[in-house]
Protein backbone atom coordinates (compact mmCIF):
# COMPACT_ATOMS: atom_id res chain seq x y z
CA UNK A 1 0.00 0.00 0.00
CA UNK A 2 1.22 3.18 -0.60
CA UNK A 3 2.20 5.79 1.83
CA UNK A 4 0.55 9.42 1.01
CA UNK A 5 3.51 11.67 0.73
CA UNK A 6 2.59 14.78 3.70
CA UNK A 7 3.62 18.40 2.90
CA UNK A 8 5.98 20.50 5.85
CA UNK A 9 3.90 22.92 7.78
CA UNK A 10 4.85 26.31 6.62
CA UNK A 11 4.60 27.83 10.21
CA UNK A 12 7.08 30.67 10.88
CA UNK A 13 7.73 30.83 6.88
CA UNK A 14 6.37 33.90 5.53
CA UNK A 15 8.84 33.63 2.43
CA UNK A 16 6.27 32.45 -0.89
CA UNK A 17 9.16 31.19 -3.16
CA UNK A 18 10.63 29.00 -0.03
CA UNK A 19 7.39 27.39 0.57
CA UNK A 20 6.32 26.72 -3.48
CA UNK A 21 9.91 24.71 -3.83
CA UNK A 22 10.51 23.25 -0.34
CA UNK A 23 7.38 21.20 -0.34
CA UNK A 24 5.48 22.91 2.15
CA UNK A 25 1.67 23.38 2.00
CA UNK A 26 0.28 25.92 0.61
CA UNK A 27 -3.43 27.85 0.99
CA UNK A 28 -3.92 29.23 -2.41
CA UNK A 29 -4.97 32.84 -1.88
CA UNK A 30 -3.58 33.51 -5.59
CA UNK A 31 -7.25 34.49 -7.05
CA UNK A 32 -6.93 37.62 -4.74
CA UNK A 33 -4.01 38.77 -6.90
CA UNK A 34 -6.88 38.43 -10.39
CA UNK A 35 -9.23 40.50 -8.31
CA UNK A 36 -6.50 43.42 -7.31
CA UNK A 37 -5.18 43.72 -10.53
CA UNK A 38 -8.87 43.92 -12.07
CA UNK A 39 -9.71 46.88 -9.52
CA UNK A 40 -10.05 50.30 -11.18
CA UNK A 41 -8.07 52.16 -8.76
CA UNK A 42 -3.99 50.53 -9.03
CA UNK A 43 -3.47 52.45 -5.26
CA UNK A 44 -4.71 49.86 -3.02
CA UNK A 45 -4.87 50.23 1.21
CA UNK A 46 -5.46 47.33 2.58
CA UNK A 47 -5.12 46.54 6.55
CA UNK A 48 -5.27 43.35 8.87
CA UNK A 49 -4.96 42.72 12.27
CA UNK A 50 -1.15 41.33 13.21
CA UNK A 51 0.03 37.69 12.61
CA UNK A 52 -2.79 37.52 9.97
CA UNK A 53 -0.43 36.30 6.83
CA UNK A 54 0.26 39.46 5.18
CA UNK A 55 3.88 38.81 4.87
CA UNK A 56 3.28 36.14 3.11
CA UNK A 57 0.70 37.99 0.83
CA UNK A 58 3.13 40.76 -0.17
CA UNK A 59 6.24 38.20 -0.33
CA UNK A 60 3.45 36.64 -3.08
CA UNK A 61 3.13 39.50 -5.09
CA UNK A 62 6.33 40.47 -5.13
CA UNK A 63 7.11 36.88 -6.66
CA UNK A 64 4.00 36.96 -8.92
CA UNK A 65 4.98 40.49 -10.49
CA UNK A 66 8.84 40.71 -10.52
CA UNK A 67 10.29 41.15 -14.02
CA UNK A 68 13.50 38.78 -12.91
CA UNK A 69 11.60 36.19 -11.61
CA UNK A 70 9.65 35.39 -15.14
CA UNK A 71 11.60 32.47 -16.12
CA UNK A 72 10.32 30.89 -12.43
CA UNK A 73 6.73 31.66 -13.07
CA UNK A 74 5.62 27.65 -13.60
CA UNK A 75 7.78 26.03 -10.50
CA UNK A 76 6.26 28.72 -8.38
CA UNK A 77 2.83 29.51 -9.76
CA UNK A 78 1.88 26.17 -12.12
CA UNK A 79 0.06 24.30 -9.77
CA UNK A 80 -1.88 27.27 -8.14
CA UNK A 81 -4.99 29.07 -9.61
CA UNK A 82 -3.04 32.48 -10.76
CA UNK A 83 -0.88 29.98 -13.11
CA UNK A 84 -3.79 28.13 -14.48
CA UNK A 85 -5.29 31.53 -14.89
CA UNK A 86 -2.48 34.16 -15.20
CA UNK A 87 -3.09 37.57 -15.86
CA UNK A 88 -1.51 40.19 -18.09
CA UNK A 89 0.65 42.01 -15.69
CA UNK A 90 2.79 39.05 -14.52
CA UNK A 91 6.11 39.25 -13.90
CA UNK A 92 5.41 42.96 -15.55
CA UNK A 93 7.38 44.84 -13.02
CA UNK A 94 10.31 45.66 -10.67
CA UNK A 95 9.07 45.58 -7.27
CA UNK A 96 10.35 48.44 -4.64
CA UNK A 97 9.24 46.88 -1.14
CA UNK A 98 9.38 49.39 1.99
CA UNK A 99 8.93 47.48 5.10
CA UNK A 100 8.62 50.36 7.74
CA UNK A 101 8.24 48.08 11.22
CA UNK A 102 11.08 49.01 13.75
CA UNK A 103 11.69 52.55 12.80
CA UNK A 104 13.69 54.25 15.95
CA UNK A 105 10.59 56.61 17.46
CA UNK A 106 12.75 57.89 20.45
CA UNK A 107 12.33 61.59 19.32
CA UNK A 108 12.00 63.35 16.10
CA UNK A 109 15.42 63.85 15.45
CA UNK A 110 16.11 59.60 15.79
CA UNK A 111 12.41 59.27 13.75
CA UNK A 112 13.63 61.34 10.95
CA UNK A 113 16.78 59.48 10.95
CA UNK A 114 15.80 56.14 10.92
CA UNK A 115 12.58 56.72 8.53
CA UNK A 116 14.85 58.55 5.89
CA UNK A 117 18.02 55.97 6.12
CA UNK A 118 14.98 53.00 5.99
CA UNK A 119 14.13 54.52 2.87
CA UNK A 120 17.47 54.85 1.14
CA UNK A 121 18.04 51.45 1.92
CA UNK A 122 15.24 49.89 0.11
CA UNK A 123 15.58 52.02 -3.04
CA UNK A 124 19.84 51.37 -2.75
CA UNK A 125 18.66 47.38 -2.96
CA UNK A 126 15.90 48.33 -5.28
CA UNK A 127 18.44 49.78 -7.77
CA UNK A 128 21.05 46.60 -6.70
CA UNK A 129 18.36 44.04 -7.72
CA UNK A 130 17.32 45.28 -11.00
CA UNK A 131 21.26 46.14 -12.25
CA UNK A 132 20.85 43.83 -14.67
CA UNK A 133 17.99 46.33 -15.97
CA UNK A 134 19.42 49.99 -15.02
CA UNK A 135 22.02 50.70 -16.99
CA UNK A 136 22.74 53.40 -14.87
CA UNK A 137 22.34 51.27 -11.47
CA UNK A 138 25.92 51.32 -10.58
CA UNK A 139 26.21 55.40 -10.68
CA UNK A 140 23.19 55.91 -8.72
CA UNK A 141 23.94 53.20 -6.07
CA UNK A 142 27.45 54.51 -5.93
CA UNK A 143 25.41 58.54 -5.45
CA UNK A 144 23.38 56.80 -2.68
CA UNK A 145 26.61 56.00 -0.80
CA UNK A 146 28.30 59.12 -0.81
CA UNK A 147 25.32 61.63 -0.57
CA UNK A 148 23.06 59.64 1.94
CA UNK A 149 19.95 61.55 -0.04
CA UNK A 150 17.08 60.07 1.89
CA UNK A 151 13.75 60.43 0.50
CA UNK A 152 14.98 62.35 -2.36
CA UNK A 153 16.75 58.77 -3.17
CA UNK A 154 13.15 57.93 -4.94
CA UNK A 155 13.88 59.81 -7.38
CA UNK A 156 17.20 58.28 -8.57
CA UNK A 157 14.89 55.40 -8.41
CA UNK A 158 12.14 56.10 -10.99
CA UNK A 159 14.71 57.77 -13.23
CA UNK A 160 16.42 54.65 -13.62
CA UNK A 161 13.00 52.94 -14.15
CA UNK A 162 12.22 55.73 -16.73
CA UNK A 163 15.37 55.38 -18.82
CA UNK A 164 15.11 51.48 -18.80
CA UNK A 165 11.23 51.44 -20.13
CA UNK A 166 10.29 50.16 -17.03
CA UNK A 167 7.12 50.37 -14.58
CA UNK A 168 7.21 50.32 -10.78
CA UNK A 169 5.71 47.93 -8.68
CA UNK A 170 5.47 49.25 -4.74
CA UNK A 171 4.51 47.49 -1.52
CA UNK A 172 5.03 49.04 1.87
CA UNK A 173 4.24 46.79 4.68
CA UNK A 174 3.54 48.05 8.27
CA UNK A 175 2.88 51.48 7.13
CA UNK A 176 1.50 52.96 10.19
CA UNK A 177 3.95 51.15 12.83
CA UNK A 178 5.60 54.33 14.18
CA UNK A 179 2.55 55.69 14.13
CA UNK A 180 1.27 53.20 16.55
CA UNK A 181 4.55 53.48 18.67
CA UNK A 182 3.48 57.06 18.70
CA UNK A 183 0.78 56.19 20.26
CA UNK A 184 2.02 53.94 23.26
CA UNK A 185 4.67 56.65 24.45
CA UNK A 186 1.29 58.41 25.80
CA UNK A 187 2.75 61.53 25.83
CA UNK A 188 2.80 65.00 24.33
CA UNK A 189 6.00 64.00 23.21
CA UNK A 190 4.56 60.93 21.30
CA UNK A 191 1.56 63.50 19.64
CA UNK A 192 4.02 66.22 18.80
CA UNK A 193 6.48 64.01 16.80
CA UNK A 194 3.69 62.43 15.01
CA UNK A 195 2.00 65.71 13.72
CA UNK A 196 5.56 67.27 13.06
CA UNK A 197 6.51 64.24 10.11
CA UNK A 198 3.02 63.52 9.34
CA UNK A 199 1.73 67.16 8.26
CA UNK A 200 2.95 69.26 5.91
CA UNK A 201 7.05 69.36 4.96
CA UNK A 202 6.83 66.54 7.71
CA UNK A 203 9.27 63.53 6.45
CA UNK A 204 6.28 61.25 6.09
CA UNK A 205 4.37 63.42 4.07
CA UNK A 206 7.27 64.16 1.49
CA UNK A 207 7.55 60.52 1.61
CA UNK A 208 3.90 59.64 0.13
CA UNK A 209 3.83 63.01 -1.84
CA UNK A 210 7.15 61.87 -3.55
CA UNK A 211 5.43 58.87 -4.31
CA UNK A 212 2.40 60.25 -5.68
CA UNK A 213 4.84 62.23 -7.89
CA UNK A 214 6.24 59.06 -9.37
CA UNK A 215 2.62 57.91 -10.49
CA UNK A 216 2.90 60.40 -13.10
CA UNK A 217 5.73 58.74 -14.66
CA UNK A 218 7.00 54.96 -13.83
CA UNK A 219 5.04 53.74 -10.53
CA UNK A 220 2.14 52.18 -11.61
CA UNK A 221 1.17 49.87 -9.00
CA UNK A 222 1.22 50.41 -5.02
CA UNK A 223 -0.02 48.11 -2.38
CA UNK A 224 0.00 49.32 1.26
CA UNK A 225 -0.43 47.62 4.62
CA UNK A 226 -0.87 47.77 8.14
CA UNK A 227 -2.86 47.23 11.19
CA UNK A 228 -4.96 50.49 11.61
CA UNK A 229 -6.13 53.10 9.48
CA UNK A 230 -5.06 55.63 11.87
CA UNK A 231 -3.16 58.02 9.47
CA UNK A 232 -5.08 57.46 6.99
CA UNK A 233 -6.96 60.86 7.59
CA UNK A 234 -3.52 62.87 7.48
CA UNK A 235 -2.34 61.83 4.92
CA UNK A 236 -5.30 62.29 2.78
CA UNK A 237 -3.92 65.77 0.89
CA UNK A 238 -0.35 64.43 0.39
CA UNK A 239 -1.23 60.93 -0.55
CA UNK A 240 -5.20 61.37 -1.84
CA UNK A 241 -5.41 58.82 -4.77
CA UNK A 242 -5.77 55.36 -2.98
CA UNK A 243 -8.40 53.59 -2.14
CA UNK A 244 -9.24 51.88 0.94
CA UNK A 245 -10.39 47.62 0.08
CA UNK A 246 -9.97 46.71 3.90
CA UNK A 247 -13.52 46.35 4.38
CA UNK A 248 -14.72 45.17 1.05
CA UNK A 249 -16.95 42.13 1.11
CA UNK A 250 -15.16 40.28 -1.82
CA UNK A 251 -11.29 40.57 0.02
CA UNK A 252 -12.97 39.10 3.44
CA UNK A 253 -10.81 36.19 2.80
CA UNK A 254 -8.09 37.03 1.30
CA UNK A 255 -6.37 36.83 4.49
CA UNK A 256 -7.02 34.29 7.14
CA UNK A 257 -8.05 30.64 6.55
CA UNK A 258 -11.78 29.22 5.76
CA UNK A 259 -12.23 25.78 7.30
CA UNK A 260 -12.25 24.14 4.50
CA UNK A 261 -9.27 25.51 3.82
CA UNK A 262 -8.33 24.36 7.58
CA UNK A 263 -9.47 21.36 6.48
CA UNK A 264 -7.39 20.67 4.01
CA UNK A 265 -4.58 22.00 5.11
CA UNK A 266 -4.74 19.39 8.44
CA UNK A 267 -5.26 16.74 5.76
CA UNK A 268 -2.18 18.09 3.17
CA UNK A 269 0.30 18.34 6.22
CA UNK A 270 -0.48 15.43 8.37
CA UNK A 271 -2.61 16.36 11.32
CA UNK A 272 -4.02 13.92 13.27
CA UNK A 273 -7.32 15.12 13.96
CA UNK A 274 -7.64 12.55 16.87
CA UNK A 275 -5.22 14.97 18.86
CA UNK A 276 -7.04 18.40 18.39
CA UNK A 277 -8.88 17.85 21.88
CA UNK A 278 -10.38 21.63 21.62
CA UNK A 279 -12.49 22.91 19.62
CA UNK A 280 -10.92 24.91 16.99
CA UNK A 281 -13.93 27.22 15.71
CA UNK A 282 -14.29 28.47 19.36
CA UNK A 283 -10.84 28.99 19.74
CA UNK A 284 -9.42 30.60 16.50
CA UNK A 285 -12.09 31.00 14.03
CA UNK A 286 -14.89 34.03 14.05
CA UNK A 287 -13.12 36.76 12.36
CA UNK A 288 -15.36 38.90 9.74
CA UNK A 289 -14.90 41.37 8.43
CA UNK A 290 -17.75 42.94 6.40
CA UNK A 291 -21.40 41.46 7.54
CA UNK A 292 -21.77 40.43 3.89
CA UNK A 293 -18.72 38.54 4.06
CA UNK A 294 -19.48 34.69 2.82
CA UNK A 295 -17.01 33.09 5.69
CA UNK A 296 -15.47 33.62 8.73
CA UNK A 297 -11.95 32.64 8.79
CA UNK A 298 -9.38 31.68 11.22
CA UNK A 299 -6.42 33.70 12.34
CA UNK A 300 -3.97 31.53 10.56
CA UNK A 301 -0.48 32.01 12.72
CA UNK A 302 -3.10 30.21 15.43
CA UNK A 303 -3.97 27.20 13.64
CA UNK A 304 -0.55 26.96 12.47
CA UNK A 305 0.85 27.19 15.87
CA UNK A 306 -1.79 24.10 16.78
CA UNK A 307 -0.60 22.13 14.08
CA UNK A 308 3.01 22.78 14.70
CA UNK A 309 3.00 21.61 18.38
CA UNK A 310 0.83 18.48 17.25
CA UNK A 311 3.41 17.70 14.53
CA UNK A 312 6.12 17.78 16.66
CA UNK A 313 5.00 16.06 19.56
CA UNK A 314 2.09 13.53 18.11
CA UNK A 315 0.09 14.20 20.92
CA UNK A 316 -2.38 16.79 22.01
CA UNK A 317 -0.60 20.50 22.77
CA UNK A 318 0.30 21.51 26.19
CA UNK A 319 -0.66 25.02 24.84
CA UNK A 320 -3.65 26.29 23.43
CA UNK A 321 -2.87 29.61 22.76
CA UNK A 322 0.02 31.32 21.31
CA UNK A 323 1.59 33.64 23.33
CA UNK A 324 3.37 35.74 20.50
CA UNK A 325 -0.11 36.54 19.34
CA UNK A 326 -0.34 38.46 22.41
CA UNK A 327 0.55 41.92 21.06
CA UNK A 328 1.81 44.79 23.29
CA UNK A 329 -1.20 46.57 23.65
CA UNK A 330 0.51 49.34 25.26
CA UNK A 331 -1.18 52.19 22.91
CA UNK A 332 -4.46 50.41 23.93
CA UNK A 333 -3.60 51.34 27.88
CA UNK A 334 -2.91 54.46 27.09
CA UNK A 335 -6.25 55.23 25.77
CA UNK A 336 -8.26 53.72 28.40
CA UNK A 337 -7.06 56.42 30.41
CA UNK A 338 -10.07 57.82 29.46
CA UNK A 339 -12.48 57.23 31.73
CA UNK A 340 -15.52 56.64 28.96
CA UNK A 341 -13.24 54.12 27.06
CA UNK A 342 -11.90 52.11 30.17
CA UNK A 343 -16.24 51.76 30.53
CA UNK A 344 -16.33 51.07 27.13
CA UNK A 345 -13.87 48.04 28.22
CA UNK A 346 -15.21 46.74 31.02
CA UNK A 347 -18.91 46.80 29.05
CA UNK A 348 -16.98 44.72 26.06
CA UNK A 349 -15.76 42.21 28.28
CA UNK A 350 -19.23 41.82 30.31
CA UNK A 351 -21.58 41.52 26.88
CA UNK A 352 -18.71 40.28 24.59
CA UNK A 353 -19.32 42.61 22.22
CA UNK A 354 -20.76 46.20 21.87
CA UNK A 355 -23.20 47.73 18.63
CA UNK A 356 -21.22 50.33 17.00
CA UNK A 357 -19.99 51.14 13.36
CA UNK A 358 -17.11 51.14 11.79
CA UNK A 359 -14.86 54.13 11.28
CA UNK A 360 -12.72 53.97 8.35
CA UNK A 361 -10.12 56.54 8.75
CA UNK A 362 -9.17 58.36 11.94
CA UNK A 363 -6.41 60.54 13.20
CA UNK A 364 -4.47 60.24 16.65
CA UNK A 365 -6.49 62.98 17.90
CA UNK A 366 -8.98 61.33 18.00
CA UNK A 367 -8.17 57.94 19.53
CA UNK A 368 -9.81 58.87 22.78
CA UNK A 369 -13.33 59.04 21.06
CA UNK A 370 -15.37 55.73 22.18
CA UNK A 371 -16.35 55.14 18.87
CA UNK A 372 -12.75 55.68 17.27
CA UNK A 373 -11.62 53.44 20.29
CA UNK A 374 -14.09 50.66 19.27
CA UNK A 375 -12.70 50.78 15.77
CA UNK A 376 -9.03 50.62 16.57
CA UNK A 377 -9.90 47.27 18.81
CA UNK A 378 -12.04 46.03 15.94
CA UNK A 379 -8.87 46.37 13.30
CA UNK A 380 -6.67 45.17 16.02
CA UNK A 381 -8.55 42.14 15.63
CA UNK A 382 -9.98 42.03 19.22
CA UNK A 383 -13.26 43.06 17.82
CA UNK A 384 -14.91 41.66 14.67
CA UNK A 385 -18.28 41.58 12.75
CA UNK A 386 -20.83 39.53 14.64
CA UNK A 387 -24.28 40.70 12.37
CA UNK A 388 -25.72 43.53 11.58
CA UNK A 389 -28.47 45.28 14.35
CA UNK A 390 -31.05 47.97 13.46
CA UNK A 391 -28.85 49.85 10.75
CA UNK A 392 -26.05 49.28 12.46
CA UNK A 393 -23.60 46.36 13.26
CA UNK A 394 -22.75 44.35 16.64
CA UNK A 395 -19.19 43.71 17.32
CA UNK A 396 -18.29 40.76 19.07
CA UNK A 397 -14.91 38.96 20.51
CA UNK A 398 -13.67 36.96 17.92
CA UNK A 399 -13.09 34.14 19.74
CA UNK A 400 -11.65 32.04 23.26
CA UNK A 401 -8.12 33.13 22.58
CA UNK A 402 -8.68 36.60 22.16
CA UNK A 403 -10.82 36.82 24.91
CA UNK A 404 -8.19 35.63 27.19
CA UNK A 405 -6.04 39.01 26.34
CA UNK A 406 -9.09 41.01 27.31
CA UNK A 407 -8.18 39.16 30.48
CA UNK A 408 -5.14 39.43 30.97
CA UNK A 409 -5.86 42.94 30.04
CA UNK A 410 -8.54 43.38 32.30
CA UNK A 411 -6.35 42.11 35.59
CA UNK A 412 -3.59 44.40 35.00
CA UNK A 413 -6.05 47.31 34.27
CA UNK A 414 -7.57 46.57 37.58
CA UNK A 415 -4.57 46.91 39.26
CA UNK A 416 -2.93 50.03 37.68
CA UNK A 417 -6.79 52.12 38.48
CA UNK A 418 -7.12 50.54 42.09
CA UNK A 419 -3.94 50.10 44.37
CA UNK A 420 -5.85 48.78 46.87
CA UNK A 421 -6.59 45.21 45.00
CA UNK A 422 -3.96 42.50 45.67
CA UNK A 423 -3.25 39.46 43.25
CA UNK A 424 -1.69 36.61 45.15
CA UNK A 425 -1.33 34.03 42.42
CA UNK A 426 -0.19 31.30 45.04
CA UNK A 427 -3.08 31.56 47.04
CA UNK A 428 -5.61 32.78 43.68
CA UNK A 429 -4.26 29.17 42.29
CA UNK A 430 -4.62 27.03 45.43
CA UNK A 431 -8.30 27.99 45.38
CA UNK A 432 -9.10 27.26 42.09
CA UNK A 433 -7.45 23.91 42.51
CA UNK A 434 -9.77 23.44 45.22
CA UNK A 435 -12.64 24.10 43.00
CA UNK A 436 -11.45 21.53 41.04
CA UNK A 437 -10.31 18.89 42.77
CA UNK A 438 -12.06 18.99 45.69
CA UNK A 439 -15.53 20.57 44.98
CA UNK A 440 -14.73 23.65 47.57
CA UNK A 441 -16.06 26.30 46.40
CA UNK A 442 -15.28 28.96 49.61
CA UNK A 443 -11.89 29.24 49.41
CA UNK A 444 -12.10 30.92 46.05
CA UNK A 445 -15.09 33.48 46.46
CA UNK A 446 -13.31 34.50 50.06
CA UNK A 447 -9.98 35.15 48.29
CA UNK A 448 -11.86 37.11 45.64
CA UNK A 449 -13.82 39.17 48.45
CA UNK A 450 -11.03 39.95 50.12
CA UNK A 451 -8.62 40.71 47.64
CA UNK A 452 -11.10 42.46 45.36
CA UNK A 453 -14.26 43.43 46.19
CA UNK A 454 -14.00 44.78 49.26
CA UNK A 455 -11.14 46.82 48.47
CA UNK A 456 -13.44 48.50 45.85
CA UNK A 457 -14.08 52.42 46.93
CA UNK A 458 -17.72 53.87 47.40
CA UNK A 459 -17.37 55.41 43.83
CA UNK A 460 -16.63 51.53 42.35
CA UNK A 461 -20.07 50.62 44.13
CA UNK A 462 -22.06 53.31 42.36
CA UNK A 463 -22.41 51.31 38.88
CA UNK A 464 -21.92 48.19 40.67
CA UNK A 465 -24.13 45.01 39.19
CA UNK A 466 -24.17 41.32 38.38
CA UNK A 467 -21.71 41.75 35.66
CA UNK A 468 -19.26 43.14 37.60
CA UNK A 469 -19.11 40.97 39.87
CA UNK A 470 -19.02 38.08 36.61
CA UNK A 471 -15.56 39.61 35.54
CA UNK A 472 -14.18 39.94 38.91
CA UNK A 473 -14.98 36.39 39.42
CA UNK A 474 -13.93 34.66 36.19
CA UNK A 475 -10.34 37.22 36.06
CA UNK A 476 -8.35 34.84 38.20
CA UNK A 477 -10.99 31.66 36.81
CA UNK A 478 -9.10 32.94 33.36
CA UNK A 479 -5.19 32.80 34.44
CA UNK A 480 -5.70 29.25 35.67
CA UNK A 481 -5.53 26.60 33.07
CA UNK A 482 -7.38 24.08 35.16
CA UNK A 483 -10.94 25.75 33.22
CA UNK A 484 -12.60 26.92 30.24
CA UNK A 485 -14.42 29.45 31.89
CA UNK A 486 -18.01 30.48 30.39
CA UNK A 487 -20.50 33.49 30.58
CA UNK A 488 -23.80 32.69 29.74
CA UNK A 489 -23.81 29.38 28.46
CA UNK A 490 -27.02 28.82 26.52
CA UNK A 491 -28.65 25.77 28.26
CA UNK A 492 -32.07 24.61 27.04
CA UNK A 493 -33.63 26.48 30.19
CA UNK A 494 -31.85 29.63 30.16
CA UNK A 495 -28.29 31.06 30.24
CA UNK A 496 -25.89 29.87 33.09
CA UNK A 497 -24.13 33.52 34.70
CA UNK A 498 -20.67 31.16 35.28
CA UNK A 499 -20.13 27.92 33.47
CA UNK A 500 -16.99 26.22 34.82
CA UNK A 501 -15.66 23.63 32.10
CA UNK A 502 -12.75 21.54 32.55
CA UNK A 503 -9.54 22.21 29.95
CA UNK A 504 -9.50 19.47 27.52
CA UNK A 505 -5.89 19.15 27.74
CA UNK A 506 -6.37 18.76 31.85
CA UNK A 507 -8.70 15.68 31.62
CA UNK A 508 -8.18 14.67 35.31
CA UNK A 509 -10.14 18.01 36.69
CA UNK A 510 -12.29 16.67 39.00
CA UNK A 511 -15.34 18.78 39.02
CA UNK A 512 -17.46 21.19 36.88
CA UNK A 513 -19.83 24.11 37.80
CA UNK A 514 -22.49 26.22 36.69
CA UNK A 515 -22.88 29.35 39.02
CA UNK A 516 -25.82 31.48 39.41
CA UNK A 517 -24.54 35.12 40.47
CA UNK A 518 -26.99 37.75 42.59
CA UNK A 519 -25.90 41.12 43.76
CA UNK A 520 -27.76 42.64 46.26
CA UNK A 521 -26.61 46.61 47.29
CA UNK A 522 -25.27 47.23 50.14
CA UNK A 523 -28.34 49.24 51.87
CA UNK A 524 -29.95 45.54 51.56
CA UNK A 525 -27.95 44.50 54.63
CA UNK A 526 -29.80 40.51 54.66
CA UNK A 527 -30.24 38.40 51.46
CA UNK A 528 -33.99 37.72 51.49
CA UNK A 529 -35.80 34.79 50.67
CA UNK A 530 -37.33 35.97 47.87
CA UNK A 531 -33.52 36.00 46.45
CA UNK A 532 -32.46 32.91 47.77
CA UNK A 533 -35.68 31.35 45.91
CA UNK A 534 -34.77 32.66 42.66
CA UNK A 535 -31.71 31.65 42.83
CA UNK A 536 -32.55 27.84 43.37
CA UNK A 537 -35.12 27.54 40.85
CA UNK A 538 -32.85 28.53 38.34
CA UNK A 539 -29.85 26.24 39.39
CA UNK A 540 -32.80 23.74 39.51
CA UNK A 541 -33.67 24.42 36.12
CA UNK A 542 -30.12 24.28 34.56
CA UNK A 543 -29.24 21.05 36.20
CA UNK A 544 -32.53 19.63 34.48
CA UNK A 545 -30.74 20.11 31.31
CA UNK A 546 -30.26 17.20 29.28
CA UNK A 547 -26.30 18.08 29.01
CA UNK A 548 -26.10 17.95 32.37
CA UNK A 549 -28.35 14.53 32.75
CA UNK A 550 -26.84 11.97 34.81
CA UNK A 551 -23.18 13.43 35.20
CA UNK A 552 -22.38 13.01 39.12
CA UNK A 553 -19.13 15.32 37.98
CA UNK A 554 -21.49 18.59 37.91
CA UNK A 555 -21.76 20.61 41.10
CA UNK A 556 -24.51 23.82 41.27
CA UNK A 557 -24.02 26.77 43.58
CA UNK A 558 -25.51 29.96 43.78
CA UNK A 559 -23.57 32.88 44.89
CA UNK A 560 -24.87 36.23 46.36
CA UNK A 561 -22.76 39.19 47.40
CA UNK A 562 -24.26 41.67 49.31
CA UNK A 563 -22.40 45.08 49.01
CA UNK A 564 -18.27 44.83 49.24
CA UNK A 565 -17.77 42.70 51.82
CA UNK A 566 -20.52 39.63 52.57
CA UNK A 567 -21.54 36.82 50.67
CA UNK A 568 -23.60 33.69 50.96
CA UNK A 569 -23.11 30.13 48.95
CA UNK A 570 -25.76 27.72 48.36
CA UNK A 571 -24.57 24.22 46.60
CA UNK A 572 -27.21 22.42 45.37
CA UNK A 573 -27.16 18.53 45.93
Given at each position: ???????????????????????????????????????????????????????????????????????????????????????????????????????????????????????????????????NIFSDAERYIQQIDTEKPGIQSLQLATAAAESAGVKIFIIIDEYDHFANDLIAMGTHLGKDVYHNVIHANGSVRDFYEALKIGT??????????GISPVMLDDLTSGFNIAVNLTLEPRYNEMMGFTQQEVEALMLETGVDPNLIIVDMEAYYDGYLFHKAGEHRVYNPSMILYLFYQILQSKMPPENIIDDNLKTDYSRLRRMVQNEDNRNTLTKIIQDNGIISDIINKFTIDRLEDTKYFISLLFYMGLLTVDKAVEGSLRLKIPNYSIRT????????????????????????????????????????????????????????????????????????????????????????????????????????????????????????????????????????????????????DMRFASIIFIGKDKFEIEEMK
Open positions: METKTVKRLPYGNSNFESIMTGNYAYVDKTRFVEQLENEPNKYQFFIRPRKFGKSLFFSLLEHYYDINRAKNFEKLFGELYIGKHPTPQKNAYAVMDFDFSSIDTYDEESFRHSFSQRIQGSVRQFLNIYRKTVIERIFITVYWEYLEQMTLEWNKEVTIDVRIQSAAVRELAYRGNLNPYIEYVSQNIFSRLSNRDLQQFNEKHIKIMLLNGLFQSNLYIPLTEKEVEHGYIDIFLQRNPLIPDVKYEWVWEIKYLPVKSWRVTSKTRDAARAQLTKYRNAREFAGRS
